[in-house]
């Protein structure tokens, strides 16, 4: 057992989450960026370094990363999926261009090797689906013309990271050329596979899982999903994909009763996930990457405005609604983190972490604000 | 993704039939437009919990929409009926309009009425008043051309063909037995 050390600190630090979530709701912003500065001040180098409690936060940290993409996979149908492959392929291919490239070429510019620039690269590309939806919902932008648009990038992004978190896990651990083919294709079989399961046998499964109990419920359902990502780690995959697939696989009333049950889990251990990120970055390093990271911070925000325009555009909406697409896209969050953190974690390029850090840190307030700006302007006009 | 390049559609014609357009919104919901008459885009968003949204087009910017209602299941059912019913019931309306002497009208099984949880047979209904019990509504699903063995339930709704008198006495036979 732990002493009594141990629940002081974690709970002082549950506690400051709790303040930080509320003063985020607060202000209307996610409260992912607190978290972030949270774990920077308690990490290393940081103002009070946490002693006992950190063993149980980076563990907490491996469950969050689950089940933050596991939720993500619930709120969508394989038939989802396909349909946003099928009909959102030219603008999540634009979205890809557009924002990848800004930070692959910066990370070649400062002098990093290519695996690490494409990192940047999924760091600068990915926006947050957890803030969109949330700011979407928020400002009543549900029944607007350009939401389909908006909703059909975010999920394409969401495949695409599913493609692109195996890939590079399996570069990050390096090896020969053929091995890596050999686990790329191992990787590509693996999540084709559960999509296959997903779109032909979700029902026979979800009605397999169910039992009246609560209890035995969210057990099994736990039980299920640590293992698919564990077994998705250990070919390479990467826990994060494993936990994503599974959620597409449960649908119907399975998959309402797991986000019922998962949510207030999700939320205490993502607080540990972005918390610990916060704690691998040294405070003292994030200066020295403060004017790259809010060059391409703008630069990021510019080429989300830029997609979301024209894919707006695209599908027949007005100059209005481009903007409002472009400005609901600028939030990135979680999965920036996700990706950069697979990089920190296999100790790649020592400034990757606080470059993405304070890139998310930006990126992450100005987004939902100055879409409640562009709606405030909005709604101020039409009343005239 | 549909694609809406074409300037927008006229305010339609009062005969014409109004095209409900469906908009998935992947990982929400879907979303269920139609143009009103007088030319506002109106959509409903059916969340996957449930929650639906009513929201209109502004006027200022026809591609934004104020939101203006946020129903639960319960709310949504009781609009719907204060609306007077499905496009169904619309048509069986007009259809009512062009037999004279024939009346179809909706009548509700109330929470204690003697035959919530009795069968159609029981009522008698064809029998005491002349009345065809055409359809049972019940929640969103509906059983068209019931036979006598189907169950009634608290809060069913029966759509009922009869003359406007028998349709008044199988009211009262719902409520007192």
Request: hydrophobic share 50%.
């Amino acid at each position: 057992m732990h002493g009594p050390l141990f629940l002081l600190e974690l709970g002082g630090v549950v506690l400051l989450l709790a303040v930080l979530s509320r003063i985020a709701g607060r202000f209307g912003f996610s409260p992912i960026p607190l978290y972030l500065l949270a774990g920077l001040a308690f990490g290393e180098g940081g103002v009070i370094p946490l002693v006992t409690a950190e063993a149980f936060v980076e563990s907490g940290a491996t469950i969050g990363l689950v089940l933050l993409l596991f939720s993500l996979g619930l709120e969508y149908s394989a038939q989802d999926l396909v349909r946003s492959l099928r009909d959102g392929a030219a603008v999540g291919g634009v979205d890809i261009v557009l924002n990848a490239i800004p930070g692959f070429l910066a990370g070649l510019l400062l002098g990093w090797d290519v695996l690490a620039a494409t990192v940047l690269g999924g760091v600068t590309y990915i926006s947050s689906s957890g803030v969109v939806a949330r700011i979407l919902d928020e400002l009543g932008w549900m029944g607007n013309r350009e939401t389909s648009t908006v909703l059909g990038i975010l999920v394409f992004e969401d495949l695409a990271m599913a493609v692109f978190l195996p890939v590079v896990s399996i570069l990050l651990t390096g090896g020969q050329a053929s091995e890596i083919a050999v686990e790329a294709a191992l990787a590509g079989l693996l999540v084709a596979g559960i999509l296959v399961l997903a779109s032909r046998y979700g029902d026979v499964l979800s009605r397999a899982i169910v039992t009246p109990s609560d209890e035995a419920f969210l057990l099994a359902l736990l039980g299920i999903l640590l293992v698919v990502a564990g077994s998705a780690e250990a070919v390479n995959v990467s826990a994060a994909v494993g936990a994503f697939l599974t959620g597409i696989v449960f649908s119907g009333s399975a998959a309402s009763r797991a986000r019922r049950l998962i949510r207030p889990l999700r939320d205490v251990f993502a607080g540990a996930f972005f918390l610990f990120f916060g704690f691998q970055v040294d405070p003292s390093s994030i200066p020295s990457v403060a004017i790259p990271a809010t060059l391409l911070a703008a630069v990021g925000a510019a080429s989300k405005l830029a997609t979301g325009w024209w894919g707006a555009r695209r599908a027949g909406v007005g100059p209005r609604g481009r903007r409002r697409a472009g400005w609901a896209l600028v939030a990135r969050g979680e999965f920036s983190i996700v990706i950069a953190g697979l990089a920190v974690a296999a100790g790649l390029e020592p400034k990757l972490g606080p470059l993405a850090a304070t890139y998310v840190l930006l990126l992450a307030v100005v987004g939902p604000l100055a879409t409640h700006l562009v709606h405030r302007a909005g709604t101020g006009s039409a009343r005239r | 993704m549909r694609r809406r390049g074409a300037p927008r559609p006229e305010p339609r014609d009062d005969d014409a039939r109004t095209v409900v357009s469906e908009t998935p919104l992947p990982g929400v919901g879907i979303r269920f437009e139609f143009q009103t008459a007088s030319g506002r885009r109106v959509a409903v968003i059916h969340h996957r919990s449930g929650r639906k949204e009513l929201t209109v087009d502004d006027v200022r910017d026809p591609d934004a929409s104020r939101d203006i209602l946020s129903l639960d299941e319960q709310d949504s059912r009781t609009l719907a009926e204060l609306l007077g019913g499905s496009q169904i019931a619309r048509e069986l309306d007009q259809l009512q309009q062009r037999i004279s002497g024939l009346g179809i009208d909706w009548l509700r099984v109330q929470e204690g009425s003697p035959f919530a949880g009795g069968t159609i047979g029981d009522t008698q209904a064809r029998t005491r008043t002349g009345v065809s019990i055409v359809a049972v509504l019940r929640g969103d699903d509906a059983v068209p051309a019931p036979g006598p063995e189907q169950v009634l339930q608290a809060e069913d709704t029966l759509v009922v063909v009869g003359t406007p008198r028998g349709i008044e006495e199988l009211a009262v036979l719902l409520r007192t037995g």
